[in-house]
């Protein structure tokens, strides 16, 4: 079989809301490899594939017989391996994302074999707190480190700070809000930007995830407000926030790790 050959079959789609998708993948014939909570696959189709209704025509259109291929962060469990889930945002004017959404369970899609990324909490040392800062889809490999790491007992804090326009862009929110209700160790805070366009008045927070550290929100359920003595932030969603938060957390002392420079904030670029 060609290497570029689907290898995979959706088994799930489920659309939370306008042009965002939860996926369910399961390869077809092969083992998904072990991976660690953070990291991501790459998922390919190729040109020819349809593309959904809702998107953009394509010009020009991408050259015949190379597969189209993306990254994207894992949401599954790491310790459940029967399927992987993927969390995805149709970019309308995209290339491969108008494809994926064609997809409907029973249908083939490439799936890389090789699951990698730094992106984790491998580096982090065992008894600091970890927030979880995202927008959008910038969540997934986050619910992949909480399906993973919370079914523990005992061990370090979590908590997300998570922002989207509406409520109904908050994917994922039954989950966290249950996960916040089964276990003391784990803080859920959600704030959307665009509360006059909501049907029925949101009483939730509102403004940007920026909003959510400066007005420490975790300093109420932790009883302190986080430092970078205490806490790591991972930072992962749409550009233009994760630059704020970095400037913002740079002013309080945390800085970007890297291999080479251990620090408190990591961080994963989508584009
Ligand atoms: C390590 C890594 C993990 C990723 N994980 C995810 C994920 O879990 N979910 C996900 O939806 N995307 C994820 N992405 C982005 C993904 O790889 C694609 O770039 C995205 O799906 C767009 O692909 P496309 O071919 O449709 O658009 P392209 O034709 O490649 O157009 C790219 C343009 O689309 C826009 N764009 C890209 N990603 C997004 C996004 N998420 N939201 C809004 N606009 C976007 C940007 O303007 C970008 O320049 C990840 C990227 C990286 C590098």
Not at 121 to 129: R, S, T
Not at 197 to 221: F, H, I, K, M
Request: charged letters at 20%; aromatic letters at 10%.
């Amino acid at each position: 079989m060609s290497k570029d050959a689907p290898n995979a079959i959706v088994t799930s789609r489920i659309e939370v809301a306008p042009g965002l998708m939860i996926l369910r993948v399961v390869p077809d014939g092969w083992r998904l490899p072990d991976f660690s909570p953070g990291q991501f696959a790459v998922l390919g189709l190729p040109p020819e594939a349809p593309r959904c209704s809702l998107s953009d025509a394509e010009e020009p259109v991408p050259p015949a017989g190379r597969l189209i291929r993306r990254a994207y962060s894992i949401a599954s469990s790491s310790l459940a391996r029967e399927y992987l889930e993927f969390y995805i945002t149709l970019v309308h004017s995209g290339t491969l994302t108008p494809r994926l959404y064609a997809l409907r369970p029973g249908d083939r899609v490439w799936l890389g074999p090789k699951i990698t990324g730094l992106f984790t909490l491998q580096e982090v040392p065992v008894d600091v707190d970890v927030v979880l800062v995202a927008t959008g889809t910038g969540l997934a490999p986050y619910m992949s480190m909480l399906r993973t790491e919370l079914t523990a007992a005992g061990g370090r804090r979590f908590a997300v700070l998570l922002g989207a326009r509406h409520s109904w862009d908050l994917g994922y929110h039954a989950e966290l809000a249950t996960m916040q209700r089964l276990s003391p160790r784990f803080r859920y805070e959600a704030t959307i930007s665009r509360p006059a366009e909501e049907p029925v008045p949101w009483s939730g927070r509102t403004g940007y995830v920026t909003d959510l550290w400066w007005d420490s929100v975790l300093a109420e359920s932790w009883g302190r407000r986080p430092s970078p003595a205490d806490t790591h932030v991972f930072l992962c969603g749409n550009p233009a926030m994760v630059d704020d938060m970095v400037s913002v957390l740079a002013a309080e002392g945390f800085r970007e790790h890297t291999r080479k420079q251990p620090g408190e904030v990591h961080i994963e670029r989508y584009w």
